[in-house]
């Protein structure tokens, strides 16, 4: 492309310093980044394909997919992946051929983590890009052999039980229930941590990206039950019904607990508690109960406070993700979720997102309205932020 009035001169020419320069001036938004990254190849080259100085784009909800045995019957390919962009208000179809016959086990960073036992991987649904992860039967293996006496002892413990957020779960040969990351996976030190069923000696394993197998983390406890994990400053923390939040520390493996105050039935359904991960400000994770209260550690009261202002953050939530990030479209202080709720007595449901202004507890009002966004059949939705690395 040639500068106007000047024939001898191309836009492509232009300095590396001042194409940092308009980047950081002109877009204001990650879609107008990636058009300005298109311009040529000279500037492709000297931009990063991330903006370090852009807030993080908007989560999209990915959609529950067709069940197996349906796409089998009408020959329907399990590959065609539909999502919600929240802020534009339309759907997105992406066909994603690499997660056909995969159990998806949760999303991090704009990356599936997906699972077709034994093996594991990572997908950008974006660029495609995956990520091959060591596999669940390498040794030291962390799978069980199932036996007679193990099924028979699994169900008298309740540890076979599996959580209420398992989607499709007759469908898939799955081990992880929940997996999620540290960072993005391109990004050195990268930590995936899974949560297993009871098909392994243990609850919670991770590996790095590039290791042979994976390492245990928590070993399988029937009480007190965990309902939740998430990463915080390089730890991982985890929830259980005993109003415990537990830390590990994945560098040297030491553990510790922070006995929080609120409370909540030892019964409780997996969607009602939420780990979420906390800002640069947090001194640990959010716990979020029933959508509408958020509990903050408190460092110097050493206790789980409740709070009725999150600054300018605004949460996702999702029992296998959640998201904390800065909308930049002036949203602050709100809470966004997934809903579902049976038809019309013809076996689908619609999926909805609702909105709330967190300390006042309204739901507000959503063009279209809550309830009514999707008509698809069961399964469990999943936000993810679109990325481009």
Known sequence: MRLRGDPDSYWGDLPDELLVIIAQKAPRTNVQYVRLRSVCKAWRRALPPRPRHLLPPVPWLLLPRLPLHTCRKFRIPDSLFTFFDLSRSKTIQIRLPYVSGKHICGSSYGWLILEQHPAVSLLNPI???????????????????????????ETETGRGERPEFSDQKSEYNNCILKASLSCNPTEPGCVVVAWFLSSSNWELAFCRIGDAHWTGLKMWSAQPKLLDFTFHSNSVYTLNSVNEVCVYDLQNLPTWNLHSNFRYGINICNKQVILVEGDADSGGPLVVENTNVVYKWFANHRRWLPVHDIGSRVLFLNPRHSINLQWDEGRENEIYYDIMHSGNGDGRFHVGINRLKLGTGMILPRNPRPMGLFFTIPGLPLWITPSLT
Do not use: G, H, R, V
Not at 129 to 145: C, G, K, V, W
Not at 146 to 151: C, F, I, K, R, V
């Open 127 to 153: 660029t495609q890009a995956t990520i091959l992860l060591p596999s669940l039967d390498a040794p030291p293996s962390i799978i069980l052999t199932p036996t007679t006496s193990q099924t028979e002892t």
